[in-house]
């Protein structure tokens, strides 16, 4: 295969600096993920339930803000959204190093820096999913979402690798320095992206209520769109009960340092860039509906291997579910986005990407207080067994749908959602 067809539309210029965008922002989140429980666990030494607290607010901004983020982005420039909520999460970060200098830093910090930098990241990812369609083509959305899917699990595997030493040599307030450097360094790169998008022509005086609900009623009226986002509203509750006990377990568990925990949770970036090499090929061989349920169906059973595990040894073993969990989600997330994507006017994409955003994600917050509540009641292993049971059976609602058989989207189905 020659260099030119490898790089297929990496050569785009304007591609390639939404590509480095994403992989500098994706590297500061990353650190985000590791360091702010970590700021709570070790530098507040706070408890369970207020891990599972701050894990809920750090992910309430889409409950809050979920739908009416999608009818303010479809009026506006999606670049412009992107850049300026870049910018301003950098600014926000660096609250955390500044205070906890001063010596004022609390978990109420803690808490009103995540729901702020949780509010902005919706309107974000928002206008990133958005905004694709119109940078690259709808025939090139696979390739795409694919190739922005590898370089995301890329900084998966570096972040946390990152992160461990800086948490360990600069504690994690100071790590997050680097994130706030992440995120600023992506708004200046998409700053460069030559592409303008027209600005939204709006049919009358705009009404937000007409709007959301014209969003709602094209998303929840599809049988195949409202499958998938009722599948990821399970797979994210669960999955976040999860991760909020997963920290603990290792850390007071297993007895993990944080440079271990980096690397255990870099084996899962490489399990997320292995799944975004496949995707694009798994997908046409297996179809881009049937990969989506039978991608948990095969990955989400191996994170039992976590809750069984001891210190030593068999905790790298354990890494393994982790690692296809990983595999299995960009998979399953590549033909979804692909999917919904394509599916969607122009128009209606900033209110098909909130309106999903709103049902899949808004359960997230409660399932960081369900993590909480079950780690504080059971402990973190058996809340580690109910998050595994979960996921798996998120499979079901696509299971359930005409996607169980859809190799590929109809055109006519596409034709008549368009309307």
Request: charged fraction near 15%.
């Amino acid at each position: 295969m020659s260099k030119t067809s490898r790089l297929g539309i990496l050569r785009d210029p304007d591609f390639g600096r939404l590509f480095a965008a994403t992989a500098l922002g994706q590297l500061g989140d990353r650190i985000i993920f590791l360091a702010l429980p970590l700021v709570a666990i070790a530098a507040l030494n706070t408890d369970e339930f207020q891990v599972g607290l701050l894990t809920a607010t750090t992910t309430a901004g889409s409950l809050l803000v979920g739908l009416p983020a999608g009818a303010w982005v479809d009026r506006m420039r999606k670049r412009s959204v992107m850049i300026s909520t870049d910018l301003v999460r950098a600014l926000i970060l660096l609250a955390i190093p500044v205070v906890w200098w001063a010596g004022f830093l609390t978990i109420w910090w803690l808490y009103a820096v995540a729901l702020t930098h949780g509010l902005l990241t919706v309107f974000f990812d928002i206008a990133y999913v958005s905004y694709l369609p119109h940078l690259v083509g709808r025939d090139n959305l696979v390739e795409g979402n694919s190739k922005l899917s590898a370089i995301r699990s890329v900084t998966s595997i570096s972040g946390p690798a990152v992160a461990g030493p800086l948490v360990g040599w600069l504690g994690a307030p100071v790590a997050l320095l680097a994130s706030s450097v992440g995120m600023a360094a992506s708004g200046l790169l998409a700053i460069g992206i030559r592409k303008r998008e027209r600005k939204p022509e709006l049919s009358g005086h705009p009404k937000m209520r007409r709007d959301i609900k014209e969003g709602l009623k094209f998303v929840l009226g599809s049988p195949a769109l409202r499958a998938i986002i009722l599948g990821d509203a399970i797979f994210n509750l669960f999955l976040v009960m999860y991760q909020t006990m997963l920290l603990f377990f290792l850390e007071r568990e297993i007895g993990l340092q944080s440079f271990g925990i980096g690397l255990l949770l870099s084996g899962m970036g490489c399990g997320a860039l292995l799944g975004a090499l496949l995707a694009t090929t798994v997908s046409k061989r297996v179809g881009q509906g049937p990969v989506i349920w039978l991608a948990p169906l095969v990955t989400c059973p191996l994170t039992v291997l976590m809750p069984m595990a001891r210190p030593g040894w068999s905790v790298y073993v354990a890494a393994v579910g982790l690692a296809a969990l990983s595999l299995g989600g960009v998979v399953r997330v590549v033909a979804q986005s692909s999917f919904q994507q394509a599916l969607t006017p122009d128009r209606l994409l900033g209110r098909m990407s909130a309106t999903s955003r709103f049902v899949s994600w808004g359960g997230i917050p409660l399932g960081g207080l369900l993590g909480g509540v079950s780690g504080s009641v059971f402990g973190a292993a058996p809340t580690l067994w109910i998050g595994a049971t979960g996921m798996t059976l998120s499979l079901l609602p696509n299971f359930l749908s005409p996607l169980r058989t859809m190799r590929t989207m109809p055109a006519e189905e596409g034709a008549e959602l368009a309307c």
